[in-house]
T-cell receptor
Framework: AQRVTQPEKLLSVFKGAPVELKCNYSYSGSPELFWYVQYSRQRLQLLLRHISRESIKGFTADLNKGETSFHLKKPFAQEEDSAMYYCALSGGQGGSEKLVFGKGTKLTVNP | GAVVSQHPSRVICKSGTSVKIECRSLDFQATTMFWYRQFPKQSLMLMATSNEGSKATYEQGVEKDKFLINHASLTLSTLTVTSAHPEDSSFYIC????????????FGPGTRLTVT
């Protein structure tokens, strides 16, 4: 069964501190992993996808198949990073196109 | 690009009535649209997957006769909540997956349904 686990419901850091939002997944094939972000009163939007291997707003995420993890990292958090972050998985090529979401982590960056 | 709209953004209806929510992809064609439900302070729960021109695929536990989904064109999908009850009150979100792309979904702003 497909499952995404975000162990931290809440995460609070100070501005300028490093931040890591954890995500572990369970999937038998080769999944596609995504990070979505939802700022206050805004719609859910794509932040990162693992196959692009890109850095967006200073965030990076590396897929670790051995540890079945896709943690989101940023070396220096900013106040505007405060938001709800969701890790999501889809079945990849040949697999199910639907997204399975984790429960989300609320990140608060304090001044 | 890749903008998805929903209408209405907020609706209040009486128990027993039906409500239709529209989801449109504004600048791209969406072969597949998805309908989610989000309870307060919780994650998104997928209700159904809608493919243009075919019947929707519902997730386990979602009543297809209660939540009618129509995907008549490549830019429009509708969700009709029939005979609404207070427990149907929720935030309904749609997303669309483009013909091209890397599998990502683009989300609408959501519709707040309140059934009185």
């Amino acid at each position: 069964a497909q499952r995404v686990t975000q162990p931290e419901k809440l995460l609070s850091v100070f501005k300028g501190a490093p931040v890591e939002l954890k995500c572990n997944y369970s999937y038998s094939g080769s999944p596609e992993l995504f990070w979505y972000v939802q700022y206050s009163r805004q719609r859910l939007q794509l932040l990162l996808r693992h196959i692009s291997r890109e850095s967006i707003k200073g965030f990076t995420a590396d897929l670790n198949k051995g540890e079945t993890s896709f943690h989101l990292k940023k070396p220096f958090a900013q106040e505007e990073d405060s938001a709800m972050y969701y890790c999501a998985l889809s079945g990849g090529q040949g697999g199910s196109e639907k997204l399975v979401f984790g429960k989300g982590t609320k990140l608060t960056v304090n001044p | 690009g890749a903008v998805v709209s929903q209408h209405p953004s907020r609706v209040i209806c009486k128990s027993g009535t039906s409500v239709k929510i529209e989801c449109r992809s504004l600048d791209f064609q969406a072969t597949t649209m998805f309908w989610y439900r989000q309870f307060p302070k919780q994650s998104l729960m997928l209700m159904a997957t809608s493919n243009e021109g075919s019947k929707a695929t519902y997730e386990q536990g979602v009543e297809k006769d209660k939540f009618l989904i129509n995907h008549a064109s490549l830019t429009l999908s509708t969700l009709t909540v029939t005979s609404a009850h207070p427990e149907d009150s929720s935030f309904y979100i749609c997303s669309a997956r483009g013909v091209r792309g890397l599998g990502e979904q683009y989300f609408g702003p959501g519709t707040r349904l309140t059934v009185t």
